[in-house]
């Protein structure tokens, strides 16, 4: 019982945590080229009339016009009797996804948070952001539908802790709307031939999306000394290594590789990707990926 | 115990140990290291790079060789090995120790005492028991040894001290014999820790302890003999001092001390021993005052009684005096009466000339009178005052006697005598001149040999009395008396009855003449009557190291007639008998025969050293080395499994490094470190005044004569002397503003080369590190203090501690007076500003001078004493800016500081010539309130 008391804490204590760090930044409107084909009601504009808060345009009444449309101020400035529309807004939707396998529960240090839990406060983050910009957040693999509003914040929570979430090394194949956004939070450690195949099926479906690899800072600089057994957590068996020192150049030549070629892979589907290790304040990627979605700060309040 | 060459194991079980190493050393290679464990969730890409490196399976080498050290130390200490441990004893049965401790061992005794120490350890060691026989002549019934266990000889051993007199072997072997006749001696040995002198039975002593078992004589190196210094004699101003030492090839010097009764030296002299000879001599010239003060005279760095003789009435020297009349004889000096007296009393003591109540105002025991002194007036009753005293008067006839002796009884005389001369073998009569009888047995010229040529032409006739005979000291042929004497009160009246030149008689130019002189000189020493009286008790002996103390009970007076006669030994030990008034002194040396050193011992005779190299024990270095390398061995494993970054291997390595820095059990022991304490003063910063150019010679004289200077003494530690440069710097800085005295620049003062008079003030902080001034130095000083400089010596302790320090080594190198603490009514409180307190960077020191007594230097203390570091509360920068805080502080407790200095210069400057003028009416205010 005390066990589960005391996650309940952690819980609540990882949403605190991430409402804190969102509330460093403004809110986020995802930059929508082609929102994707909800009929969600949102804040991008469609430049078209339609549904929406914003003034578009004045027309000439027509028949057929509910009178209540009719704008007196602005028809009583001349004859013709106009009636005010707004433009159509609809909301961008942002799925997001991260690496839920055993490998992520890892920290070379007491100090360091766990991976695992260093990209869950960044995808609450993230997620609390875009809510207040008014986006609709949902969890690839687990929600059909996005969803706006605080609401969505909690159900996010709530699904990210629970026992059934996802615990693949990387995301499932769903379909997924078009012109949809992905961000992807996980350490990419599977081989680049899975996460390619994974990340391509979803850019078959014209999404866009960022991978921000989650690692803790031994994974990369493997500060290890002298003998030592290497114990790995996905059935990947142990290996003893006599002097970790003289393979450690190459160790770090090898992580260097590997960030090359899944930098690459991003960009070839024109995506983004970026690493963030757990020492690490989380501030600095959340505003990258902020930088990334808002794509030249398009900020609006 | 096992032997190897110097190193010996005290438990050589233990090196079965080492048996054990091959399979430490197999079980070592074969047991790499535990690995530590990580869960490292990219191993996948590890893996792609474990085929690089070859996993060690095997302990690296030299953590094998460590660990195999580690083992060594540990099982080498465990066997306690030892080096230089002293041999083994021969044989299996008791030790005997045959221990000459007599005055000839006080020589080397810590020496003997560490060696029969380790002989009684070894002893124990090997469960022996112990015989201790010692050598010193004892009277009476003496203790026969007997077979101890090694602890009670240990501390037998410890309770033997020398004795200042002779061994007597022959004596200390038939008690061993006793002994050894009563206990079970099977398989002895028997060690002979000789004193090194032959005593004329080397062999038979050899014989008979070689009788008892194998025999090993420990003895000092040869040149090590002790140098017995024989009691001087003394010829006119010099003390003949000879000393006698073992015969040896080379050339020797030895420094002969005198001091005086409170041991304070008076000289000290070099005495040479020319090579191969066993005699040296030195003329000790002293001047009589020092001379009768001395009480002993020791070989310097000798400490045995032998190289120390006791002085006492009859090594010191009376001054004679001598009475001619005025300008008598001045105009041919070489027939003046005086002239032949001086001649013949210069040899042996020193002559002194004036009139009569001026030499007995100087003190002369002995007064010559030539018959030319016109003895009239309040003279006479001086005189014979003088003699009722213990004055000895020597009168001579002639001429003028002749005319005017006295019909009735003269107390300047000792006989009456008859008006007119009596001639012998002039014109007018047919005898021929007289030569001398042999003296009578009472006379003090008794042994003295008259040689025949001595014949006496003139001569006064004493009247014929009863007594006359008893009172005649010597005789003519004829049984006229020539001399005679009378004891007057505590002195004596002697009459020769001829002239003291060549008129008369040739007495005068004969070796006799300076004899007889000698003889009576020698009444004045109050020695003549000293064969009688009561016995001579001991008033301080010396022991057997040459120091004096209380006699001990066993020592015995001695009969006045014998002394002369005396042996030391044991219930005579050598020392001061008799009474504070009559001191005779018993000399070891007068009854010590030269010094030989044993030689041509048999073969047989194993011959030691007294000096072993020291027992060098290395078990707690090896246990300490096991545990460093156990310290070592653990790091390093903790660094090949990677325990160990840099973060932690920081602390590690201090850790091991302050293990290593704990002083290891040190056996030997080594000179007792002294702490210097830090200087008060902290080094002084950046901006002090710029040093005074120091110029030589002329320019010195001219740069410090010109200008009135402060000086202070160099004492070779920069931070000291620079703060006392600041310090007088800041002091004449603010004595310019404040008062009328216009001082240059202080300077930096070498007592030993530099000339200190120009100076009125000298700053000297004395530490307790720095080492003593030179004997010219301190001179210097002295003089310096004499001629009206003031001295101020600053110990610079906080509290004043120290002071005592620094007063103890002031007195000891300098001339200081008695000092006192200084009072409100001092001058110095009142010199220029009314003080109560004399601050400086610290406060409540106390403040010494000399105790005030108006008749030397007015008055004024030479020199000042304390503790509060003035100097520190003076010192200034070159802005004028303090460089040390005043403790407890405040700028009250500086400007007290500085107006002490004010005080001290203007005393220094004007003595006490403001003592009562300056601040009287402001004095009698107070009062009044």
């Known amino acids: 019982m005390a066990a589960s008391r005391s996650e309940d804490r952690d819980r609540a204590g990882l949403r605190h945590q991430a409402e804190a760090l969102a509330s460093t930044l403004p809110a986020l409107l995802v930059a929508a080229d082609r929102v994707a084909s909800t009929v969600s009601q949102g804040v991008h504009g469609r430049r078209r009339v339609g549904q929406g808060e914003t003034f578009w345009q004045f027309r000439r009444y027509q028949a057929g016009d509910s009178v209540q449309d009719i704008d007196w101020r602005q028809s009583a400035k001349s004859q013709p009797v106009y009636v005010r529309e707004t433009e159509w807004e609809a909301a961008q939707s942002v799925w997001l996804w991260r690496d839920g396998s055993p490998s992520m529960d890892f920290r070379s240090a007491a100090g360091l948070p766990l991976k695992r839990g260093r990209a869950d406060l960044l995808l609450l983050a993230l997620a609390s952001l875009l809510v207040r910009g008014g986006e609709r957040v949902a969890l690839l693999g687990q929600d059909r539908t996005p969803r706006a509003g605080r609401a969505a914040l909690n159900h996010l929570a709530a699904s990210l802790e629970a026992a059934s979430s996802p615990t693949a090394s990387l995301p499932p194949r769903v379909a997924l709307p078009r012109f949809a956004r992905v961000v992807l939070f996980g350490d990419f450690l599977s081989t680049l031939d899975e996460i390619g195949d994974a990340v391509r099926t979803l850019t078959g479906t014209g999404l866009r999306g960022h991978l921000v690899q989650v690692l803790d800072p031994a994974e990369e600089s493997l500060p290890y000394d002298g003998r030592a057994v290497f114990e790995g957590v996905e059935g990947d068996g142990d290996l003893l290594l006599g002097r970790v020192e003289t393979v450690r150049e190459d160790y770090r030549r090898l992580v260097a590789e590997r960030h090359a070629a899944l930098s690459d892979l991003a960009r070839s589907v024109q995506w983004t990707f970026t690493t963030h290790h757990t020492d690490r304040p989380p501030e600095a990627v959340l505003l990258s990926l902020y930088l990334a979605l808002a794509e030249g700060g398009k900020l609006t309040r | ?929």
């Open chain 2, 1 to 929: 115990m096992l032997e190897l060459g110097p190193i010996a194991f005290l438990s050589p079980l233990a090196l079965a140990g080492l048996l054990v190493l091959p399979a430490i050393w197999l079980l070592l290679r074969l047991t790499p290291p535990a690995p530590r464990r990580f869960v490292f969730p990219p191993v996948r890409l590890l893996r792609k790079l474990a085929s690089v490196e070859e996993t060690a399976v095997r302990t690296p080498w030299w953590m094998i060789l460590l660990r195999l050290a580690l083992a060594v130390a540990v099982i080498l200490g465990a066997a306690h090995p030892l080096l230089f441990a002293p041999a083994a004893l021969q044989g299996s049965g008791p030790l005997v120790l045959f221990v000459d401790d007599g005055w000839a061992a006080a020589a080397r005794w810590p020496a003997r005492a560490d060696f029969l120490a380790r002989q009684i350890d070894q002893a124990e060691r090997q469960g022996r028991p112990v015989m201790i026989e010692t050598t010193a002549r004892r009277d009476g019934q003496a203790r026969v040894p007997v077979l101890e266990s090694p602890a009670e000889a240990r501390r037998r051993a410890a309770a033997l001290r020398p004795r200042p007199w002779e061994t007597d072997r022959a004596a200390a072997l038939e008690r061993l014999a006793r002994a050894a006749a009563a206990a079970n001696m099977a398989g002895a040995q028997v060690i002979w820790v000789s004193d090194g002198l032959d005593d004329g039975a080397v062999d038979d002593t050899v014989r008979a302890l070689r009788a008892l078992g194998p025999l090993t004589m420990a003895m000092a190196a040869a040149g090590a003999a002790p140098v017995v210094l024989m009691p001087p004699h003394g010829e006119g101003a010099v003390l003949k001092v000879t000393a006698l030492r073992v015969p040896a090839p080379g050339v020797r010097r030895v420094w002969i001390q005198a001091l005086d009764e409170q041991g304070q030296p008076i000289a000290r002299e070099g005495l040479d021993f020319a090579a191969d000879t066993a005699e040296g001599k030195l003329d000790l010239e002293l001047p009589s005052q020092l001379r009768n003060r001395a009480a002993l005279l020791r070989v310097e760095d000798q400490a045995t009684a032998g190289g120390v003789v006791l002085l006492d009435e009859r090594w010191r020297r009376r001054p004679v005096g001598i009475s001619a009349a005025e300008g008598g004889g001045a105009a041919q000096p070489l027939l003046s009466e005086t002239y032949y007296l001086d001649r013949a009393l210069q040899p042996f003591t020193e002559v002194l000339r004036g009139s009569v109540a001026d030499l007995i105002a100087r003190g002369v025991t002995v007064l010559a009178l030539t018959d030319s002194y016109n003895l009239e007036g309040p003279a006479r009753g001086e005189l014979a005052a003088w003699v009722e005293g213990g004055g000895v008067l020597l009168r001579f006839a002639g001429p003028r006697l002749a005319r005017e002796a006295a019909q009735g009884e003269d107390p300047l005389l000792p006989v009456l005598l008859r008006r007119g001369d009596r001639s012998l073998g002039g014109s007018l009569s047919w005898g021929q001149p007289a030569a001398l009888a042999p003296f009578p047995d009472a006379s003090p010229f008794a042994g003295l040999d008259p040689p025949e040529d001595v014949r006496v032409r003139q001569q006064i006739l004493a009247q014929p009395t009863l007594e006359l005979a008893e009172r005649t000291w010597a005789r003519l042929r004829d049984g006229t008396p020539l001399v005679t004497a009378r004891a007057r009160g505590d002195g004596w009246v002697v009459l020769v009855h001829t002239t003291a030149n060549t008129a008369w008689s040739n007495l005068a130019i004969s070796g006799l003449f300076v004899d007889m002189l000698r003889r009576v000189v020698a009444l004045s020493h109050g020695v003549s009557g000293a064969a009688k009286g009561p016995p001579l008790a001991p008033q301080q002996t010396l022991d057997a190291f040459g120091d004096l103390g209380p006699p001990p009970p066993e020592a015995l007076p001695i009969a006045a007639a014998d002394f002369a006669d005396t042996r030391v030994g044991p219930s005579h030990p050598p020392g001061v008998y008799g009474t504070a008034a009559d001191r005779r002194a018993l000399n070891l040396s007068a009854s010590l025969q030269a010094p030989r050193a044993i030689v041509d011992l048999p073969p047989a005779v194993a011959v030691t050293g007294l000096v072993a190299a020291p027992e060098l024990d290395f078990r707690p270095w090896l246990l300490v080395a096991a545990l460093v390398l156990a310290l070592v061995d653990t790091l390093a494993s903790l660094a090949l499994r990677g325990h160990l970054r840099a973060r932690t291997a920081g602390p590690a390595a201090l850790g091991l490094l302050l293990v290593l820095a704990v002083p290891a059990p040190a056996p030997a022991q080594g000179a007792p470190e002294r702490s210097v304490p830090p200087a008060p003063g902290v080094a002084p910063p950046p901006g002090l005044p710029p040093p005074a150019a120091q110029p030589a010679g002329e320019d010195f004289l001219r740069a410090a004569s010109l200008t009135t200077r402060l000086a202070y003494v160099v004492t070779g530690d920069p931070v000291i002397d620079d703060a006392s440069r600041a310090g007088l710097f800041g002091l004449s800085g603010l004595i310019n503003r404040r008062t009328a005295i216009e001082l240059g620049e202080p300077m930096g003062i070498d007592p030993e080369s530099q000339d200190l008079s120009l100076f009125p003030l000298l700053y000297w902080p004395v530490t307790a590190d720095q080492p003593p001034p030179t004997a010219l130095a301190a001179e210097r000083i002295n003089e310096f203090m004499r001629n009206s400089g003031v001295l101020l010596v600053d110990s610079r302790q906080r509290g004043g501690e120290g002071t005592d320090l620094a007063l103890a080594r002031m007195e000891r190198l300098l001339d200081v007076p008695p000092l006192v603490p200084v009072t409100g009514e001092h001058v110095l409180s009142r010199s220029f500003y009314l003080l109560k307190s004399y601050p400086g960077r610290w406060a409540g020191g106390q403040v010494w001078i000399t105790r005030p007594d108006a008749l030397v230097n007015d008055g004024v203390s030479p020199i000042v004493v304390g503790g509060n570091d003035w100097a520190g509360a003076w010192a200034v920068d070159r802005n004028h800016r303090p460089l040390f805080a005043v403790v407890p502080g405040g700028e009250r407790q500086r400007e007290l500081a500085y107006r002490f200095g004010v005080n001290l210069v203007m005393y220094a400057l004007t003595g006490n010539y403001k003592a009562d003028q300056v601040h009287l009416p402001a004095i009698i205010e107070r009062l009044g309130r």
